[in-house]
């Protein structure tokens, strides 16, 4: 795959079994594309009609189960080549060794499993190998881990990966009903001074304006909230570059709902300030006890 290229849609996506078709598939998916996968081939004309008002944003998955794929694809994707002259078919392929090792890793048969893992993947490339000849993009993926192949489908489909969309969730919790499981990040703030200890406070929130202007107060808050805000940005980026597109930053204290209610603010306002799509969630701040 060369990194000149620049994928515009629509695409039929074809290759042998195990080769990565799905990792590209999801790829594009996450790059706004519409993919669907292992449609009858009779179906598949209709589907690009009835898609033609965004046809630059569909993908057709299609795979050796696929019934007429080795006797009447030539003549289907002549038809559909003729129709909408942008259409690209994309063969996946890796090299004998590579799908041999992916299928004892992953356990799973292979679609010809009526005969042995290394005939059936040599039937099938011999099988395919008229259809190969027909695409335009043949990708290898013998010496790529799944995340090259997905990083590669996003620089190839046009999209920065810095720019992803990246979703950042900041959610404050108490320690006493556990971290949030699908935290990215783990801020533990239960070193700060709290304000549970001061009777004008403890019956507040921390998203309360005197307990935020109380805890103003102290220099080492402003610059733990700070730091922990600069470790985020920092890290953001890192999360993207790894394709992930959801990121959740939790911060907890022990009952969820003074410091952690307080610094997850502050955490979730520095971010919207430097550009990112943030939402606030306070799991714990209306339900809070001290045992």
């Known amino acids: 795959m060369n990194s000149e290229q620049r994928l515009s849609g629509p695409f039929v996506i074809t290759g042998l079994s195990g080769a990565g078709k799905t990792v590209l598939t999801r790829g594009l998916e996450d790059s706004g594309y519409l993919c669907i996968d292992n449609i009858p081939l009779d179906m598949v004309g209709d589907l690009f009609t009835r898609s033609e008002h965004d046809i630059e944003r569909l993908v057709v998955v299609l795979d050796v189960r696929t019934r007429g794929l080795r006797d009447i694809f030539e003549g289907v994707i002549k038809d559909l080549r003729l129709r909408f002259q942008n259409l690209r078919l994309v063969f996946v392929e890796a090299s004998p060794e590579s799908l041999q090792r992916r299928y004892s890793i992953t356990r799973r048969p292979h679609p010809l499993r009526a005969e042995s893992l290394a005939r059936a993947i040599a039937q099938e490339e011999e099988s395919l190998r008229h259809i190969r000849e027909l695409a335009d993009l043949i990708v290898d993926t013998t010496n790529l881990s799944p995340h090259d192949l997905?990083?590669?489908?996003?620089?190839?489909?046009?999209?920065?990966?810095?720019?992803?969309?990246?979703?950042?969730?900041?959610?404050?919790?108490?320690?006493?009903?556990?971290?949030?499981?699908?935290?990215?990040?783990?801020?533990?703030?239960?070193?700060?001074?709290?304000?549970?200890?001061?009777?004008?406070?403890?019956?507040?929130?921390?998203?309360?304006?005197?307990?935020?202007?109380?805890?103003?107060?102290?220099?080492?808050?402003?610059?733990?909230?700070?730091?922990?805000?600069?470790?985020?940005?920092?890290?953001l980026p890192l999360y993207t570059r790894e394709l992930k597109v959801d990121v959740t930053v939790a911060v907890g204290c022990t009952g969820g709902r003074h410091r952690s209610v307080y610094v997850a603010e502050r955490i979730a306002t520095l971010l919207r300030d430097s550009d990112y799509d943030v939402t606030l969630h306070h799991r714990d701040r209306d339900r809070w006890r001290y045992s």
């Open 150 to 235: 997905r990083r590669q489908v996003v620089a190839l489909a046009g999209v920065d990966q810095e720019r992803l969309q990246l979703t950042v969730e900041v959610e404050s919790f108490s320690y006493m009903r556990g971290v949030p499981p699908t935290a990215s990040l783990v801020y533990d703030v239960r070193f700060l001074p709290n304000p549970y200890f001061e009777a004008d406070l403890r019956d507040l929130a921390g998203s309360d304006p005197e307990v935020s202007e109380w805890l103003d107060g102290f220099e080492e808050v402003n610059d733990t909230v700070k730091r922990m805000a600069d470790l985020a940005i920092h890290l």
